[in-house]
């Protein structure tokens, strides 16, 4: 069983046992989130999708960390002008781990 769930703007596909990286969540490593804006639940013949959401499905993430990304470089130069200028940037992430999928029944 696989869901499409939505944090941070984006969409992942999960499946229980899978470590995936998110926006940053609040909490501390070793705690439990549910994430509830899920668009899609099921697999095989048996599947739900949301209009936009499933009603009553959810999915139980463990947090295992929170993580910085690689540092992104933003480099401008003006030609002939003397001018120039380097800002450096680096995302804040949390790494999960998907514990389980609790979906609704399809009507």
Do not use: C, W, Y
Request: net charge positive.
């Amino acid at each position: 069983m696989f869901a499409v769930i939505k944090t941070g703007g984006k969409q992942h596909r999960v499946a229980e046992g899978d470590v995936i990286t998110v926006g940053k969540l609040e909490g501390e490593a070793g705690s439990t989130v549910n994430f509830g804006e899920i668009l899609f639940i099921g697999s095989g013949d048996d599947v739900t999708f949301g209009a936009p959401f499933v009603s009553g499905a959810s999915v139980a993430a463990e947090i295992v960390e929170h993580a910085r990304g690689a540092k992104v470089i933003a480099f401008k130069k003006r030609r002939r002008q003397n001018s120039k200028r380097k800002r450096g940037h680096r995302q804040d992430h949390t790494i999960v781990k998907i514990v389980g999928l609790t979906g609704a029944s399809k009507n």
